[in-house]
């Protein structure tokens, strides 16, 4: 077995790469083709980085998919659904402010959907923002109906929350999660589209 | 024995590919798929509150069963706690039964059996410990519904309705869709969307 344990470790090595790149390139395959933009609704998000946070805004339906059209920019895009109600999205939201923080300048846009109550757009919503340090332009969706805001982000989600969406310079998606993020994984989802220069 | 080698390293072969195949499919990993409507829903078994077992079948009502997958703490599903025990008393006196599944990993059987108290949830909640049936069901999130008829097969997938505000409620999809079954016609719609708290699985 000695003998052999060399051979099983490279054995193992070749397969890993091997399924690792066959599933990056599946991923993209078969990604829904969601699209982004909207100079109206995203105007401030291309600005510099701001050190306070951003007012937050009402979005309905046509608001995010101007959101997630492709006319808008060419720069890759992350995208997140929370509620300051919802446990593991207050959990994971730290380490959001963080990812916003190391590569918004290396080019990620990055924009939150509250699904909080429209009545605490200006109580419980910015405080929360406002204890996490986040500086992200937030949103506060406003419809009557979600189903139709559901299925224009994703095809597959079914509205758990938090669910968070990658797409890179072409509008694709290229990361997702439903329930709270492993931030390694999207980490490193994110490096290979700023890393990439795209 | 050199064949057991060779069995020992496809067998590594196979499960290193497996492992990368579940870490690397950039898609969630805590839902499975939902069956398609009209699937056929076989039967499970799971214990209630205070540990005793009851099987999807011993459960159902003439006409079918209401399975919702509920919570202690989501204030979505809490926001339907009246509504889902409503539904309960209307809809088992025409022989459709309502029963609650909690598949959080965070929520103890005494906590879901406290919380059912507090809250005067009318209808049976069972315990899914490491939500296997939520696995089987795809469930999501809660509250999450499903339709499944007499003959155990699944007529409706979705939301109870569109608005955790019942103020703001214009489509009744889970009583519409229980409506048309018994009134023998299509139903409509068979699947919907809603937000939900993520389910809190093992």
Not at chain 1, 24 to 52: C, E, F, I
Not at chain 1, 85 to 94: A, G, I, N, S, Y
Not at chain 2, 58 to 80: D, E, M, R, T, W
């Amino acid at each position: 077995m000695r003998k052999l344990l060399p051979f099983i470790i490279a054995c193992s090595a070749i397969v890993s790469g091997f399924a690792v790149s066959v599933l990056s390139s599946s991923r993209d395959t078969a990604a829904v083709g969601l699209r982004r933009g909207s100079q109206t609704v995203q105007s401030s998000q291309t600005k510099a980085h701001p050190a306070t946070p951003q007012a937050i805004r009402l979005v309905d339906l046509e608001g995010v998919k101007k959101l997630i059209s492709s006319d808008r920019q060419t720069k890759p895009l992350l995208i997140n659904f929370w509620a300051t109600w919802c446990d593991p999205c207050r959990d994971e939201f730290p380490d959001l402010v963080k990812v916003d923080q190391d590569y918004r300048g290396k080019g990620l846009d990055f924009i939150a959907i509250s699904l909080d109550d429209t009545a605490d757009i200006k109580s419980t919503v910015p405080e929360f923002l406002r204890q996490m340090k986040a500086t992200m332009p937030v949103y506060l969706l406003n419809v009557n109906d979600p189903e139709p805001v559901i299925m224009a982000v994703d095809k597959d989600w079914g509205g758990a929350l938090p669910a968070t969406f990658l797409y890179d310079a072409q509008g694709k998606v290229v990361f997702r999660h439903y329930g709270r993020v492993k931030t390694p994984e999207l980490r490193e989802a994110i490096e290979k589209l700023v890393g990439s220069k795209q | 024995m050199k064949k057991q080698y060779a069995f020992a390293l496809f067998a590594a072969m196979l499960l290193i590919l497996a492992g990368a195949v579940m870490a690397g499919s950039g898609k969630s990993s805590d839902a499975a798929m939902s069956p398609a409507i009209g699937a056929t829903i076989g039967d499970f078994t799971l214990p209630d509150t205070d540990g005793k077992d009851h099987s999807l079948n011993s459960l159902k009502g003439k006409n079918g069963v209401v399975v919702i997958f509920v919570s202690v703490q989501c204030p979505i599903s809490n926001a339907y706690n009246d509504r889902m025990s409503k539904l309960a008393d209307d809809y088992s006196a025409r022989g459709i039964n309502v029963i609650g599944i909690n598949a959080n990993k965070t929520e103890s059987a005494e906590a879901v059996k406290e919380h059912a108290a507090a809250k005067h949830l009318s209808f049976t909640i069972l315990k899914d410990p490491g939500n296997k049936i939520a696995d089987l069901l795809g469930a999501q999130h809660t509250p999450e519904a499903y339709y499944i008829d007499a003959g155990n097969k699944l007529l409706y997938h979705g939301r109870i309705d569109n608005s955790t505000d019942t103020a703001k409620v214009e489509s009744n999809d889970l009583r519409d869709a229980l409506d048309s079954a018994l009134a023998g016609k299509p139903i409509q719609k068979t699947t919907s969307l809603a937000f939900g708290c993520s389910i809190k699985r093992v």
